[in-house]
């Protein structure tokens, strides 16, 4: 079993940052592919950011490119998602999902979940 745990959500204005983080336990974390994921109150969960296995390969959902960054440190079993930029319809609740399935873009190609963690833009 691999368990999930985000981690650096909080109250920012627009145009400032935040680094949320994605801390891993469990075995084999190093194999998986990560996706960042957000969920605002009465939408669907939706995808931000991806990244494989050995970090050579990231994806990003338009209206966040450009702006924020995925990377991951296997050494340390952490995934990041840095945030520059934001702007108030980037509050919601992040969620890092670790799998192997495709589409990367897809919840359902993520077989493990942390709880989310809340990220609130103000204007």
């Known amino acids: 079993q691999v368990q999930l745990v985000e981690s650096g959500g909080g109250l920012v204005q627009a145009g400032g940052s935040l680094r949320v983080s994605c801390a891993a336990s469990g075995h084999h974390f190093s194999s998986y592919a990560v996706g960042w994921f957000r969920q605002a109150p009465g939408k669907e969960r939706e995808f931000v950011a991806a990244?494989?296995?050995?970090?050579?390969?990231?994806y990003y959902e338009d209206s966040v490119k450009g702006r924020f960054t995925i990377s991951r440190d296997n050494a340390k079993n952490t995934v990041y998602l840095q945030m520059n930029s934001l702007k108030p319809e980037d509050t919601a609740v992040y969620y890092c999902?670790?799998?192997?399935?495709?589409?990367?873009?897809?919840?359902?190609?993520?077989?493990?979940w942390g709880q989310g963690t809340q990220v609130t833009i103000s204007s």
């Open positions: 990244i494989s296995w050995n970090g050579g390969n990231t």
């Open positions: 999902g670790a799998g192997g399935g495709t589409p990367y873009y897809r919840p359902m190609s993520y077989v493990y």
